[in-house]
Nanobody, 126 residues
């Protein structure tokens, strides 16, 4: 059973960087042939796909977030990370990592993903 656990600071100041970690158990992020996505949900809004890193390390980003987003991996720790730069209160959301066997670009339908983390709340406020 693959399990994903997001972690990171719950409060970030405007103009700073959100840094989140998704710790994976039950599968190797490098050899398990999964794609590891970051998806968020702002209050009162739908899910928003942010980007993905493949098992080989290739990355793809949402065009609207590309200039502020970086997704990386630490294979030794079996973790996937997300950095979102220059945040504003509009970046306040619950941030999820999700795993899929298919490369889904821009997709947020829950059933398309094989596994989800429980999500972590990030609030951007001074």
């Amino acid at each position: 059973q693959v399990q994903l656990q997001e972690s990171g600071p719950g409060l970030v100041q405007p103009s700073q960087t959100i840094s989140l970690t998704c710790t994976v158990s039950g599968a190797s992020i490098a050899t398990g042939f999964y794609y590891w996505s970051w998806i968020r949900q702002a209050p009162g809004k739908g899910l928003e796909w942010m980007g993905v890193i493949s098992y080989s390390g290739s990355t793809y980003y949402s065009p609207s977030l590309k200039i502020r987003t970086s997704i990386a991996r630490d294979t030794a720790k079996n973790q996937v990370t997300l950095q979102l730069l220059s945040v504003t209160p509009e970046d306040t959301a619950v941030y999820y990592c999700a795993a899929s066997k298919t490369l889904w670009l821009g997709q947020t339908t829950r059933d398309l993903y094989d596994y989800w983390g429980q999500g972590t709340q990030v609030t951007v406020s001074s």
